[in-house]
């Protein structure tokens, strides 16, 4: 118990303690002015004090239960009680017969004695009860300080703790600014690289390109038409080295870009691209585009990865008799994929591998021209999105791309 | 006296880049008042020497140039209370977005990335021929 809780429950012990001594003593005084007086509506009077007084002891037994020490006392109450009470009624008894005898019975050396017997033990209760409370009081000192003590050796280990999380933070914080700070340089020199090789390295290709074609246009009469195709070699793969260049350019500024994510209409976005891809080369090709769930994603980046897939598609159909594409989306992997299958070319399962690297080809610049960038940068727009790329395909069964975006459709 | 001997004035330090550029607007016949001026230095010392009072009406600007760069003559122009009004076209060989946000709040009138294919070059010279010299409207 804590010591204002032994406090309060002594406060309590006392009070009856003092009720019960204040009950006896009116109890005694109730019978000697009903012996006196003769007054039998002091009987009621003497009854309830009686009542009370039993109250009160009652109440002292069940709180002072668990004493041990007040609980032998209590029982020496009890009997010295019981003992007045069986006086009392041998008084009332002999009043009936004879007042004087009842006064001499009042006032003899047994009742007084029963009177004195009452008030002893009650004192000694009183006294019990309080050297009780002190010693208690005492121990819930004791047990304060030694709360305190150890409260406080708590509260340095606390601060120690606090202390090493804080050095432990601190370190790990500069650290990381430190790490930071060199990400930081190593992205300002990327940026400075990717800047200077769209600069630098456009312009004397620009020089090759332009001035072949100068040469073509004003001296190509008089090459000869070995010549000629001599010089379409050079403009050919000057744009080509122009195309890689802005590929890779592209490749390299998607990592430092950042997302925004917005909520698309993916078929709607297909059925443009479409459009787009195929009104300056027209091809009978047979499009089923199928249900396709709205996304959210980044707009720019995830129309480049449909423009690729739906690209390359077309690409490898090229050679086809009957070129069919299909494009749907399907509820896996509580998301949605989405997939573009294609009836053309295909490739060998065994190097799929190397489909989604970067300059990684599966069919060489004769067969269908591409710089190898196409798909690494769809893989790497996905995983930006958290998400996945997959394909399956067969060589001249043609190929289907899968891919989820980790964020739930909308 | 507000000198228009020069309609178009080149600024760039690129010799090839320079020729090309002058072949391609001869080729549209643009060519005829065309000064080309390699110096970065040099070109602000055209437009704001004493005593001059030259007024292009179309100024063809490099972007990366070496001591003074494109975005500086560009902040020079645009800056001069009487030649701000001269249309300022930006040729640059890169799409840097920096570069362009950082010309279009110079107040460059156009953005112009030259591309490696010189077809696709002699068309974005046609148009700008085109569109600077007889369909815009300089104020007087």
């Known amino acids: ?410 | 006296m507000i000198d228009r001997q020069v309609e178009i004035l080149l600024i760039e330090d690129n010799q090839d880049d320079a020729e090309l550029a002058i072949r391609a607007l001869k080729k549209k016949n643009l060519a005829n008042k065309l000064l080309h001026i390699s110096d970065s230095e040099e070109a602000l010392e055209y437009l704001f020497g004493e005593g001059n009072n030259t007024y292009p009406k179309l100024i063809l600007l490099d972007l990366k140039m070496p001591k003074i760069d494109g975005i500086q003559v560009l902040k020079r122009i645009k800056s001069d209370p009487d030649k701000k009004v001269i249309p300022v076209v930006m040729l640059t060989s890169s799409k840097e977005e920096k570069d362009i946000v950082e010309s279009y709040n110079l107040g460059v009138n156009a953005y112009i990335v030259k591309p490696v294919q010189f077809d696709k070059f002699l068309e974005v010279v046609d148009q700008l021929g085109m569109f600077w010299l007889l369909i815009n409207q300089p104020p007087k």
Do not use: C
């Open chain 1, 1 to 410: 118990m804590k010591s204002r809780e032994l406090i309060f429950h002594a406060t309590r012990v006392l009070n009856h303690i003092e009720q019960t001594q204040t009950n006896s003593v009116r109890v005694e005084e109730i019978l000697a002015k009903y012996i006196l007086t003769g007054d039998s509506s002091l009987l009621e009077s003497y009854n309830k004090e009686v009542k009370k007084a039993t109250t009160h002891y009652k109440s002292l037994v069940q709180l002072i239960g668990e004493k041990g020490s007040l609980q032998v006392k209590i029982d020496s109450f009890k009997v010295v009680g019981k003992r007045k009470f069986e006086l009392h009624k041998k008084i009332m008894n002999a009043y009936k017969s004879s007042r004087q005898q009842a006064e001499l019975m009042l006032n003899s050396h047994e009742n007084r004695a029963s009177s004195d017997k009452i008030a002893l033990v009650l004192a000694n209760m009183r006294e019990e009860e309080n050297r009780l409370l002190t010693e208690r009081l005492k121990n819930g000192q004791i047990e304060i300080k030694y709360f305190q003590a150890t409260f406080s050796v708590m509260m340095v280990f606390a601060f120690l703790i606090l202390v090493a999380v804080f050095l432990v933070i601190n370190r790990s914080f500069k650290l990381r600014l430190l790490a930071e700070e060199k990400a930081s340089i190593v992205n300002q020199d990327l940026e400075s690289f990717t800047y200077s090789v769209s600069h630098d390295l456009r312009a004397p290709l620009r020089s090759i390109r332009g001035f072949t074609e100068v040469l073509r246009e004003e001296y190509g009469p008089t090459l000869g038409q070995e010549g000629n195709r001599l010089l379409s070699i050079v403009i050919r793969n000057a744009g080509r080295m122009g195309l890689l260049i802005d590929d890779l350019l592209d490749f390299s500024r998607l990592g430092r870009k950042t997302l925004t994510f917005s909520k698309i209409q993916v078929r709607e976005l297909v059925t443009e691209i479409i459009q787009e891809l195929t009104v300056h080369t027209p091809r009978e090709v047979k499009w089923e585009v199928k249900h396709l769930d709205t996304i959210r994603a980044d707009a720019n980046m995830i129309r480049q990865v449909w423009i690729n897939l739906i690209s390359n598609a077309l690409k490898y159909t090229l050679k086809v008799d009957k070129p069919v594409i299909e494009i749907g989306s399907f509820p896996k992997y509580g998301t949605t994929v989405y997939y573009v299958k294609d009836n053309g070319v295909g490739f060998d399962m065994k190097y799929s591998d190397k489909l989604f690297k970067v300059f990684q080809r599966l069919h060489n610049n004769q067969e269908f021209e591409g710089t190898g960038v196409g798909l690494a940068l769809v893989q790497r727009i996905i995983s930006k999105h958290n998400g996945k790329i997959w394909a399956e395909a067969r060589v001249n069964e043609g190929a289907s791309f899968f891919f989820y975006l980790n964020n739930p459709t909308v």
